[in-house]
């Protein structure tokens, strides 16, 4: 069992920067994938990025290309979103999932096995 927990959502003008974090618990977390998702009101959860159990791989949605920035400390159990250039339309709850398999699924929310609670991000113009 996997316990993801994040943080660092919150209220920021157009043109800011935001640093999510998500919490896992486990000893196997230095093991698993690790993905952010996103669901805006009256939307499916989309991808955004996700990250390989080392942190060699990473793969982003074209709407968090060249903005966006997911990374890693296996040390402690964490998985971070950099976001920066925020747009009003990055306006969702923000999830991280993990799952235990790297392959062409990375960007499908079917495939993750254990999900945060989310985190609301929300963009003013």
């Known amino acids: 069992q996997v316990q993801l927990v994040e943080s660092g959502g919150g209220l920021v003008q157009a043109g800011g920067s935001l640093r999510l974090s998500c919490a896992a618990s486990g000893r196997t977390f230095s093991t698993y994938t690790m993905g952010w998702f996103r669901q805006a009101p009256g939307k499916e959860r989309e991808f955004v990025a996700s990250i390989s159990w080392n942190g060699y791989s990473t793969y982003y949605a074209d709407s968090a290309k060249d903005r966006f920035t997911i990374s890693r400390d296996n040390a402690k159990n964490t998985v971070y979103l950099q976001m920066n250039s925020l747009k009003p339309e990055d306006t969702a709850v923000y999830y991280c999932?993990?799952?235990?398999?790297?392959?062409?699924?990375?960007?499908?929310?079917?495939?993750?096995?254990?999900w945060g609670q989310g985190t609301q991000v929300t963009v003013s113009s």
């Open positions: 999932a993990s799952r235990a398999a790297w392959d062409n699924y990375y960007f499908a929310p079917n495939k993750y096995d254990y």
